[in-house]
């Protein structure tokens, strides 16, 4: 089910960061998306999801972990674009989503919410979800950037 226009209030950037930082030190698990429990990358992102608006827009289908590589497609930023609002990567603020690949001819297979100018929220494998440097190694890796639906500027 997409999400439209009759989407819930605008809420500041602030409430989205808020809402980040509330999954932070919840244990990796793939495909999960639970805040305390397990969460994936894009686990975390559909967590923020549902405690700003309630609900996710759709539920993604079960993924390998090599999901990108496999497919050979855009599959995030396709599923980003689907249910939030594509912005410039030199235009990101906090509270955005970053997308990033691990190499130039892979599609994106990372996301994230930016804290601040130099820190993201992410969950990774091989550790709980955690505010880090957004370093010039990510920086590097940036793919698309995203604000949520209704977000206030």
Known sequence: MPFTD??????????VIAAARAWIGTPYHHQ????????????????????LYGTEPESPP??????????????????????LVEIPLDGVRPGDVL????????PAKHVAILA????????MEGGPAA???????????????FTF?????
Do not use: N
């Not at 998306?33 to 923020?48: E, N, T, Y």
């Not at 993924?63 to 674009?81: M, V």
């Not at 100018?117 to 992410?122: E, G, K, N, W, Y």
């Open 32 to 51: 999960a998306s639970r805040r305390g429990i397990g969460a994936d990358c894009l686990g975390l992102v559909r967590g923020v999801f549902r405690d």
């Open 149 to 153: 639906p209704g977000t206030i500027r």
């Open 116 to 123: 601040s100018p130099d820190t993201m929220i992410h969950a």
């Open 99 to 106: 997308l990033f690949r691990f190499k130039p001819h892979l």
């Open 6 to 15: 009759a989407s819930p209030a605008a809420h500041p950037a602030g409430a």
């Open 131 to 145: 505010e880090v440097a957004l370093g010039s190694w990510w920086r590097r890796r940036r793919a698309a950037a």
């Open 62 to 83: 079960a993924y390998s972990r090599d999901w990108a590589e496999a497919a050979g497609r855009e599959t995030l930023i396709e599923a980003a674009r689907r249910h």
